[in-house]
């Protein structure tokens, strides 16, 4: 109602009045000048205390209305009760919008759970075909793979037993083949000679194991003249440091 309204503003303008009045009466009391420093010093301490008591006074204070009018307070009331309706509704709309996103999200996680599970089905069906295929593969693979080892060793048996008659009749231990001189000789040899064959086991099996260090070293069991052979028909290598070790030249290579 206007009536209220006009009451109201004449209530602000005579509190408005006295604020002006307090404001000129502090003016008033700054314009005094003062040339000794200690009677500023007293004086700023004068205004300090008067500040601090009404300080003191409003804080024991209590509230007042701003009008008894029961019709200004209806008013005032109605006024703060819109205000906080119109924060609640803001609110409102701010929430609503955070759960529409949450909804929309919710929607979108739920889909692409949804391809997931279709995606992870369609993998089970797939193994559960090809899985029978895969190990009959495998088995058909080991099994070949078996095949081709017990080829392997076969032929490495054959080898080495070719081998062992070519070197046996071509190359045999001293022993065997000690000229006229040495029959009527009965001094023994100190150490037990191994063959050629044996030699180059040895080596083939050094590198082998240990291809970073393939190096053997000769011992007194090796016939000097069979080491000699060796190394002249390029089957073994010296070391570059030590000439009592010796390695198989790496034809794999």
């Not at 793979?145 to 001293?174: C, R, W």
């Not at 064959?197 to 069979?226: A, D, G, R, V």
């Amino acid at each position: 109602p206007v009536d209220v309204k006009e009451e109201l503003f004449e209530e602000c303008e005579s509190i408005w009045k006295q604020m002006e009045e307090c404001q000129s009466q502090l003016m008033l009391l700054g314009t005094d000048t003062l040339l000794q420093s200690d009677a500023k010093l007293s004086l700023l301490m004068m205004r300090w205390k008067a500040l601090a008591v009404d300080c003191h006074q409003w804080q024991a204070r209590s509230p007042e209305l701003i009008s008894t009018n029961p019709n200004v307070l209806l008013e005032l009331g109605k006024e703060e009760l819109q205000k906080v309706k119109n924060d609640l509704e803001m609110v409102l709309l701010t929430v609503r919008s955070k759960n529409k996103k949450l909804e929309e999200d919710l929607k979108r996680e739920q889909q692409w759970c949804e391809e997931q599970e279709q995606m992870l089905d369609a993998l089970n069906e797939t193994e559960e075909e090809t899985k029978p295929q895969v190990e009959l593969s495998t088995k058909r693979g080991f099994d070949e793979l078996k095949n081709k080892i017990m080829k392997l060793k076969t032929y490495k048996k054959e080898l080495l037993s070719a081998l062992g008659g070519f070197l046996d009749e071509h190359f045999p231990l001293p022993e065997k083949g000690e000229n006229t001189k040495k029959k009527n000789s009965s001094i023994e040899p100190a150490v037990e000679l191994v063959t050629v064959q044996e030699i180059l086991e040895i080596l083939i099996n050094k590198l082998i194991t240990t291809p970073h260090e393939p190096y053997i070293t000769i011992s007194e069991s090796f016939w000097p003249p069979y080491i000699e052979l060796l190394l002249r028909s390029g089957m073994v290598l010296r070391h570059p440091e030590d000439p009592q070790r010796l390695r198989l030249e790496a034809f794999h290579k």
